[in-house]
């Protein structure tokens, strides 16, 4: 269950020093789905293997989401299951960064939902 962070490598520079991010991301991405597939639930709705893939949704799109839900979209099998995340939260060194001094609005989110479906992701979690 990999975490992608940022839709492009600039945001991932700024916010986490890692220079590369989402090429090196997308690669790493690309091949845990061909290693462990589609997401395999037992009857209870228990994970049994396969690719999920989480996002957390930032305020002002700043982890350039739009990218990231191309990018699943496009370069993996949209039957994956993609967990988008609201909750984020300022904490730590968050505040270093004005932008990211607050939480996102319904309406961004509202937003992100609306473009995961434009894309062709239907199987999203969201919380």
């Known amino acids: ?4 962070k940022f839709g ?3 945001a ?3 916010y986490t020093v890692a220079a590369g ?6 690669e790493a991405i690309k091949e845990m789905y061909r290693q462990a597939g589609d997401l395999i639930l037992t009857e209870k709705g228990v994970a049994r293997r396969g690719l999920l ?6 305020p002002e799109n700043l982890a350039k989401t739009e ?8 370069k993996i099998p949209r039957d994956t299951f993609v967990n988008l995340m609201d909750q984020y939260y300022p904490a730590h060194r968050a505040y ?5 001094s607050r939480r996102i609005t319904p309406g961004e989110f509202r937003k992100v939902l609306a473009a995961a479906r434009r ?3 239907h199987r999203i979690y969201t919380g």
């Open 1 to 4: 269950m990999p975490d992608l």
């Open 8 to 10: 492009n490598d600039d």
């Open 12 to 14: 991932g520079k700024k």
């Open 21 to 26: 991010y989402f090429t090196l991301a997308e």
């Open 53 to 58: 893939v989480r996002h957390l949704v930032l």
């Open 67 to 74: 990218k990231v839900l191309e990018f699943l979209a496009g």
């Open 96 to 100: 270093n960064y004005g932008e990211l």
């Open 119 to 121: 894309a062709g992701l």
